[in-house]
């Protein structure tokens, strides 16, 4: 392709071949870079070059197509003026990073499912992200700077989950910055790849038990002084091997008892995809039990007829020391449904996994409903060793959470 002297609005949009294009003589210094992204197409952003204070910088304009030719060169002609005028056309209007995160958070608020994926956000931003980057502009953080807050304190080998939750959290404000017009790339995306160590420590499972000490586990938790609708709920859990949340926030337009069926509408998954579940006697046996604990809203609620807070699983489990998490518990049931000959497909079903492979997937219509009913039925029962909770129990509601 002929690189023209100045660009043009048509070279813009069909210019297919990598590279920087300047705008020519008169266009203040600015430029468009074309380069291939990841996903095999073509990355088109405006930068502007320019020298303030007697220091040659790039000042990011933003991407084509949301910012247009003509955009961009009226924002080169404001930035030229303002230098002229002795001002630096980056201050007062770029954010720092903790400010440019909070934008991201905003952003993404909506999508997200739970108060629960926030909180992890901020988590890692005061933990890990704020003390070395927070005060600084997000034009002026460099591969360096994002090392320094992954390889502190051996943070990428002895934690490497929580560490590329981090690097993808500041490569999400990072790219949002590229969007504004802060920067021109991402300081956390290829270019440290190489950099980073490739063998940290073993990815580190969330503890489980085994199947077998699932019946006496479950006969802990039900002989504990916690509240009668934690209790219950936990072994709700169990019997249907889902998640916490999904069990935290189950209300009672969910179940159908006639039909022995709790369907988990989409917006509660995890793979945004609605789940039914086959309910087992001992799980309807849990339900019949949970009757009038609320207002007929909430299957379990918690104090003040609100959702059983997140912790409150796993601190009941670590008060009676017992090896596990919540979570763990599908590990169990799957662990079980090997040994116990269940057909992976139905297995897999049953955890509201998604068939990876497109090809499978594109068969694999069914959930398997009936196939899965038997299999929660036996995993019922092998799970009732441990004594159900009486109707009669002592409803410990003013006891913890």
């Not at 203040?28 to 040659?56: A, D, N």
């Not at 789940?275 to 949970?290: D, F, G, T, Y």
């Not at 796993?314 to 000959?341: M, N, Q, T």
Request: proline share 5%; with cysteine.
């Amino acid at each position: 392709m002929k690189r023209p002297k100045r660009l043009s609005a048509s070279f813009v949009r069909t210019v297919s071949q990598s590279g920087r294009y300047g705008d020519g003589r008169g266009g203040f210094g600015l430029s468009l870079l074309v380069k291939p992204t990841t996903t095999g197409r073509l990355s088109k952003t405006w930068s502007q070059r320019l020298r303030i204070h007697g220091r040659s910088v790039n000042i990011g304009l933003g991407a084509y197509p949301v910012v247009t030719l003509a955009e961009a060169r009226r924002k080169v002609l404001e930035n030229r003026r303002a230098v002229a005028q002795g001002r630096d056309p980056r201050a007062g209007g770029i954010p720092t990073f903790t400010e440019a995160m909070e934008k991201v958070i905003a952003i993404h608020r909506p999508s997200w499912r739970s108060d629960g994926n926030e909180a992890e956000w901020r988590s890692t931003l005061r933990l890990y992200m704020a003390p070395r980057l927070g005060h600084k502009r997000v034009n002026a953080i460099t591969t360096a700077d994002v090392m320094g807050v992954l390889l502190a304190d051996d943070f990428w080998n002895a934690k490497r989950v929580t560490a590329r939750r981090v690097r993808q959290r500041i490569g999400a404000v990072m790219k949002w910055a590229v969007a504004q017009g802060f920067r021109e790339d991402n300081p956390a995306g290829d270019a440290i790849s190489a950099a980073l160590p490739k063998n940290g420590s073993r990815v580190k499972h969330q503890p489980a038990l085994p199947h077998v000490q699932v019946a006496g586990a479950l006969r802990r938790i039900n002989e504990s002084e916690a509240m009668k609708s934690t209790k219950l709920a936990l072994r709700f859990l169990v019997l249907t091997a889902t998640r916490s949340g999904e069990v935290r926030q189950a209300t009672w337009q969910e179940i159908d008892l006639e039909a022995s069926i709790w369907t988990i509408p989409e917006e509660r998954m995890k793979m945004g995809r609605a789940h039914r579940i086959p309910l087992s006697p001992e799980a309807v046996e849990v339900l019949e039990q949970a009757k009038g604990l609320g207002d007929g809203g909430l299957l379990f609620p918690g104090r003040r007829l609100k959702p059983l807070g997140q912790a409150t699983f796993p601190k009941l489990i670590r008060s009676l020391e017992i090896a596990c998490v919540p979570h763990g518990f599908r590990s169990s049931f799957r662990d079980w449904c090997a040994e116990s000959g269940v057909a992976r497909e139905v297995a897999e079903a049953a955890l509201a996994h998604v068939v990876k492979n497109k090809v499978e997937a594109a068969y694999a219509r069914s959930d398997l409903l009936e196939l899965r009913r038997q299999v929660m039925e036996d995993w019922g029962r092998y799970v009732a060793r441990s004594r159900p909770l009486c109707q009669h129990a002592r409803d410990t509601r003013g006891e913890r959470d």
